[in-house]
Nanobody
Framework: VQLQAFGGGLVQAGGSLRLSCATS????????MRWYRQAPGKEREWVAI???????SYADSVKGRFSISRDSAKRTVYLQMNTVEPEDTAVYYC?????????WGQGTQVTVSS
């Protein structure tokens, strides 16, 4: 199973962007679906999580601006990014945690210009 993240790009501060993460096949035993990001010179940090029951949680730095969702029929997880800031510039990675293993996407670059 592979995860394909896309939707990144260049956006001005205050703008919006939606990232998508599609899986190549159905994944069983999902415990959570997450987005992480890694800015240049920094460690990878957790951004958002959504559980199979639909409950969500966010890092303080994005709370109120980002929204995670999923479409089970399309096997896709989304990250809606609103009111972006230059500090949101990073490579964004999707992750699916299952009872068997962790799946990671290849990352998509988001650059926010001031």
């Amino acid at each position: 199973v592979q995860l394909q993240a896309f939707g990144g790009g260049l956006v001005q501060a205050g703008g919006s962007l939606r990232l998508s993460c599609a899986t190549s096949a159905r994944i069983i035993g999902i415990k959570a679906m997450r987005w992480y990001r890694q800015a240049p010179g920094k460690e990878r940090e957790w951004v958002a999580i959504i559980y199979p029951n639909g409950s969500t949680s966010y890092a303080d730095s994005v709370k109120g601006r980002f929204s995670i969702s999923r479409d089970s029929a399309k096997r896709t997880v989304y990250l809606q990014m609103n009111t972006v800031e230059p500090e949101d510039t990073a490579v964004y990675y999707c992750n699916i945690l299952t009872v068997y293993k962790d799946y990671w996407g290849q990352g998509t670059q988001v650059t926010v210009s001031s």
